[in-house]
């Protein structure tokens, strides 16, 4: 029904910035949420931003609202695209803690599980 793709990861240096990008395509415009996760090896999946559709406008797009893991608060930036169907994660002063696979999701409402995963995109900051 929905399909995501990731990409824009790479090899940047401590201080650096990526932006990620998420193209969603299929019943787009079923998705009311979608956010970025991250697992590095060996650690347990967690959540970085996420961008709602609450309330938003199909028309002027306007509305919705994001919200931030405490561990990226101040540096990294979630937005969206709408013509696009692309969400970006924009990251800045990455620190090497940031060193993971960055997954994006998409859900049907504005709370509760995610429905659909992309396949991931690797992010490596280097000390």
């Known amino acids: 029904q929905v399909q995501l793709v990731e990409s824009g990861g790479g090899l940047v240096q401590a201080g650096g910035s990526l932006r990620l990008s998420c193209a969603a395509s299929?019943?787009?415009?079923?998705?009311?949420?979608m956010g970025w996760f991250r697992q590095a090896p060996g650690k347990e999946r967690e959540f970085v931003p996420c961008?709602?559709?609450?309330?938003?406008?199909?028309?002027?797009?306007?509305?919705?609202?994001?919200d931030y893991a405490d561990s990226v608060k101040g540096r990294f930036t979630i937005s969206r695209d709408n013509a696009k169907n692309t969400v970006y994660l924009q990251m800045n002063s990455l620190k090497p803690e940031d060193t993971a696979v960055y997954y994006c999701?998409?859900?049907?409402?504005?709370?509760?599980?995610?429905?659909?995963w992309g396949q991931g995109t690797q992010v490596t900051v280097s000390s």
């Open positions: 299929g019943r787009t415009l079923s998705i009311q949420s």
């Open positions: 999701a998409a859900r049907w409402h504005n709370y509760g599980k995610y429905d659909y």
């Open positions: 961008i709602t559709w609450s309330g938003v406008s199909r028309i002027t797009w306007s509305g919705g609202t994001t």
